[in-house]
């Protein structure tokens, strides 16, 4: 397997009122500039042990935009390759906003960086970036 490396990426973390001022902010846009990079939002959950979902699939030009909340502990998202790695707060601490934008197409494994219990090396995904059918 190839590992790709991940290039450009930014990582905030937003507590739950912040949270919603971005969402107020993007629901009042109306609609995105020719020059503004693709922006796929995905809402991903943690829980003992796995992320729902495990597998997210973007195109190679877009930016992933991955809100992660926990419903329980605290744990972590490390992708592996890229130098992300972000914790994630327990379940009522808001939620972390993850900013990837991949350099290469290939797969992108992830995986929990936090100890949370006895299924914690079960906690794994992967993102699938794929070259655009029609460049
Ligand atoms: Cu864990």
């Known amino acids: 397997m190839r590992i790709p490396s991940g290039k450009s990426v930014g990582v905030w973390l937003l507590m739950a009122g912040m949270a919603a001022q971005l969402g107020n902010r993007q629901a009042t846009a109306t609609g995105r500039t020719r020059a503004a990079q693709d922006r796929r939002v995905v809402r991903m959950v ?31 998202l490390k992708i592996l390759g890229s130098g992300l790695d972000v914790r994630v ?24 960086s936090r100890l949370c ?3 914690h090396n079960f906690m794994r995904g992967g993102i699938l970036v794929e070259e655009p059918s029609d460049p």
């Open 46 to 76: 943690a829980e003992r042990f796995s992320f729902r979902p495990s597998r997210v699939r973007m195109q190679l030009g877009e930016a992933l935009e991955l809100h992660i909340r926990s419903e329980d502990t605290s744990h972590g």
């Open 89 to 112: 707060p327990k379940r009522g601490r808001g939620e972390v906003i993850l900013l990837f934008e991949p350099a290469e197409a290939g797969m992108y494994r992830f995986e929990c």
């Open 117 to 119: 219990g006895a299924g």
